[in-house]
């Protein structure tokens, strides 16, 4: 797995005034724990931070750290947490945690669907019901993401958990059991369809009997 270089200032915690005007700058500000090291509060370029996240494996990218020119050892960091803006998304802050190397840690991955299933091609439609799995790896075994192959899928058929094979060194921890996603049969389908049409057709009357309605309130 690719370590990306992420370099980091020390701070000193201070008000929200301060951290908007980091924020101005191209710097955010953070946290950097774990493995038995002292908190360090820092700050670290957001394009810097967001090429390594927009990375194939998002938040669970390794970042190669240094505090100051100084990195721990045979250490790296993960993003723990990444505050952002409610409306515009924006990232505010961020806590990153140290790890080892060689440590086996616990991490949801995205699952990607790939293959075209057979029964899409005779009129069924794909309906994906899990996004991501929990998994047990090394740091440095993390995968961007779990293929899953649909192409077999027949309408009416599912894929679970179990059916997933992912990389050598990952276990997936999500109950087997579960369904990652399902081919909705063509009557299904066809059957939703008109069932949203009849309520389509019911809900226009009713909506133009309440504006008529209000309209005569307000008269």
């Known amino acids: 797995m690719e370590q990306f270089p992420l370099e980091a200032t020390r701070r000193t915690p201070s008000t929200k005034g301060a951290a908007r005007q980091l924020r101005r ?18 700050t670290v370029s957001r394009r810097e931070l967001e090429h390594a996240i927009h990375s194939q494996h998002g938040l669970n990218c390794l970042l190669a750290l240094s505090v100051d020119g100084q990195s721990p050892g045979d250490l790296a960091a993960m993003v723990k947490a990444l505050q952002t803006d409610p409306v515009s998304r924006e990232p505010l802050t961020v806590d990153l945690q140290w790890v080892s190397l060689a440590e086996q840690i616990t991490v949801s991955v995205a ?9 899409v091609v005779t009129g069924g439609m794909l309906e994906q019901m899990l996004y991501e799995v929990e998994v047990s790896c090394r740091v440095t075994d993390i ?14 058929q599912s ?19 579960g369904t990652v996603c399902t081919v909705v049969s063509k009557a299904q389908v066809e059957g939703a369809a008109a069932a949203a049409a009849a309520a389509e057709a019911v809900a226009e009357p009713e909506a133009e009997a309440e504006e008529e309605a209000a ?3 307000e008269e």
């Open 159 to 177: 894929l679970h958990v179990r059916d997933l094979q992912p990389p050598a060194g990952v276990v997936v921890l999500t109950p087997a059991e």
């Open 143 to 156: 995968p961007g993401s779990i293929e899953a192959d649909t192409s077999g899928l027949e309408q009416g």
């Open 25 to 42: 700058v191209g710097r955010l500000p953070g946290v950097v724990y774990g493995h038995g090291q002292e908190p360090i509060p820092l």
């Open 215 to 217: 309209a005569g309130d």
């Open 111 to 119: 699952l990607t669907l790939r293959g075209e299933p057979r029964g």
